[in-house]
């Protein structure tokens, strides 16, 4: 399927599904740069509009996934026509589970100390035979970006999936996603966190209705103030969409 860039409020959208987006990871890992990937939700349209810098990362970006329903909401209340969501945890999911025939290296980058360890298993038990090469915690001083990527670099990965946080991962990747050697960098938010059990996937039901963000802030109190903040966008994003659509 072809996809074309599409302009939500600013922040550009690539409309792919997931076979698309495997496909197109599959060209950046036969290249010769580093790829930017970034998957986009609603609080991720709100920033943009906000952090210029952001803005300007995410228009540079090789791909740009729509990551969920508030995306598909926008669209249709602005009639942009993007039909297709590939959310980054889905995405990083199939990506372990493709190197298993692929051998894509991969190296999982972010989430509290022992969690990125804790989602490899978990990887691991759940596809025999992926291809994790190393994992790191995301918490290290603001002047050791480099170091960090360099240390990533010494597993010789092809995709590093970076759980940092929106717009932390995206800022990283853009100064440093080249440092660490690999042909593709994914922001990627929770995904270790979810991967590693250490927070659950919302019940199916809740996904297919757009309520993952409501399941989150209700059963994960660790992670309250977070969510809070970013939840605080949500109306800023619906008053954006709004006043777009009148
Ligand atoms: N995180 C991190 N380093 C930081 C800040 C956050 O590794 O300096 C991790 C955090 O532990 C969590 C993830 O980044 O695993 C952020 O998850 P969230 O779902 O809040 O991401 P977003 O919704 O912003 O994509």
Redesign the pocket.
Known sequence: MASERIDVLGLPVDDVDMSTAIGRIAGFIASKSMHQVVTA?A?MVVTASMDSEFLAIAKAAAMVTSDGAGILWASRKLGLGIRNKCS?VDLAERIVSESVQRGWRIFFF???PG?AALAATEMQNRYPGCNIVGTR???FDASAGASVAAEIAGCQPDIVLV????P??EKWISMYGNLTGAKVCI?V??T??VFSGTVQRAPVWMQKRGLEWFY?LTSDPR?LR??IQ?QKLLPKFVGMVLKASR
Do not use: M, P, T
């Open positions: 939700d609080s980054g972010g989430a509290a969690v915690d995301g918490y759980a940092l946080g929106i932390k991962q922001g938010g929770g270790l966190d989150r992670q977070n969510r970013k």
